[in-house]
């Protein structure tokens, strides 16, 4: 469903990303590690049609940046960015309108109610903090009900209900065949749910690593360690 191929992305003369190949298919989790500067948030964003790159980036067999692919793909960014003048409300019905969704109510409702945010519609975005700002773009990007998500560090922020209620959430996107590319620095709160992780080193994925891979009682924190420690300084780039 996410199909990344020899994808390389370049600041200047920085490789922040180096000729990256992934995939991410339905009903699996993909979890993205690695040490500050590794080129996480960079690929991420060229996945999701903000960045130019070399290379190629397929969403449900579409290239990236087509209508096609954007339908399919829900982003949820590192740093929410809401409108400062719309609702919470407004902000749901601002997506269903550009998405062009049908009967949507019920599932803003939903959201609303999970991340309790039901009595908080109608704030202005300004109004709210990074905790619910990042709800309610968690509720955006979910509201049309996407194939492919990718999130950035979705958990920073959230107070501990929201983080429970985000994790069964992927849980169940997972089960309902989605595709998740999720990246994150809190490595134990994948470690339950985790199909596959890419780690990162230095703009390459340094290790693939499935679950059956993992030796008995070594964890997925034991191999970001013995891949990362002393090697993910961005100074030594
Ligand atoms: P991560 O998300 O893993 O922390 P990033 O993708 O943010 O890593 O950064 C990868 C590298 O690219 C770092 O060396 C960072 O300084 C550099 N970088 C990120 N964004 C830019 C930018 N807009 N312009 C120049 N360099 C950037």
């Given at each position: 469903?996410?199909?990344?191929h020899?994808?390389t992305?370049?600041y200047?003369?920085?490789?922040?990303?180096?000729?990256?190949t992934?995939?991410v298919g339905?009903?699996?989790?993909?979890?993205?590690?690695?040490?500050?500067?590794?080129?996480k948030?960079?690929?991420i964003?060229?996945?999701c049609?903000?960045l130019r790159f070399?290379?190629?980036?397929?969403i449900?067999?579409?290239?990236?940046?087509t209508?096609?692919?954007?339908?399919?793909?829900?982003y949820?960014?590192?740093?929410?960015?809401?409108?400062p003048?719309?609702t919470v409300a407004?902000?749901?019905?601002?997506?269903?309108?550009a998405?062009?969704?049908?009967?949507w109510e019920?599932?803003?409702?939903?959201?609303l109610?999970?991340f309790?945010?039901?009595?908080k519609k109608?704030?202005?975005?300004?109004?709210?903090s990074k905790?619910?700002?990042?709800?309610?773009s968690?509720?955006?990007?979910?509201l049309?009900?996407?194939?492919?998500?990718?999130?950035?560090?979705?958990?920073v922020?959230?107070?501990?209900?929201g983080?429970?209620?985000?994790?069964?959430v992927i849980?169940?996107?997972?089960?309902?065949?989605?595709?998740?590319l999720v990246?994150?620095?809190m490595?134990?709160?994948?470690?339950e749910n985790?199909?596959?992780t890419?780690?990162?080193v230095k703009?390459?994925?340094e290790?693939v690593c499935?679950?059956?891979?993992?030796?008995?009682n070594?964890s997925?924190e034991?191999?970001?360690?013995?891949?990362?420690?002393?090697?993910?300084?961005?100074?030594?780039r």
């Amino acid at each position: 469903m996410i199909d990344v191929h020899d994808m390389t992305k370049k600041y200047g003369k920085l490789v922040a990303n180096d000729s990256i190949t992934l995939s991410v298919g339905g009903g699996e989790l993909a979890v993205l590690l690695g040490p500050n500067g590794a080129g996480k948030s960079t690929l991420i964003k060229s996945v999701c049609g903000l960045l130019r790159f070399d290379g190629s980036v397929r969403i449900g067999g579409h290239e990236n940046h087509t209508t096609e692919a954007k339908r399919l793909l829900g982003y949820v960014p590192e740093f929410p960015v809401l409108y400062p003048m719309l609702t919470v409300a407004e902000h749901l019905e601002f997506i269903a309108k550009a998405y062009r969704l049908n009967a949507w109510e019920e599932k803003a409702e939903e959201l609303l109610r999970r991340f309790e945010l039901d009595d908080k519609k109608k704030k202005l975005g300004k109004e709210l903090s990074k905790g619910m700002q990042q709800k309610v773009s968690v509720g955006c990007a979910l509201l049309p009900q996407p194939k492919a998500i990718i999130m950035d560090e979705p958990l920073v922020g959230l107070d501990p209900h929201g983080i429970r209620e985000l994790k069964a959430v992927i849980l169940e996107l997972r089960d309902s065949g989605c595709a998740l590319l999720v990246s994150t620095h809190m490595i134990e709160s994948m470690e339950e749910n985790w199909d596959v992780t890419y780690i990162m080193v230095k703009g390459r994925i340094e290790r693939v690593c499935r679950r059956a891979d993992l030796a008995a009682n070594q964890s997925l924190e034991d191999v970001y360690f013995a891949i990362t420690e002393g090697n993910g300084r961005e100074d030594a780039r």
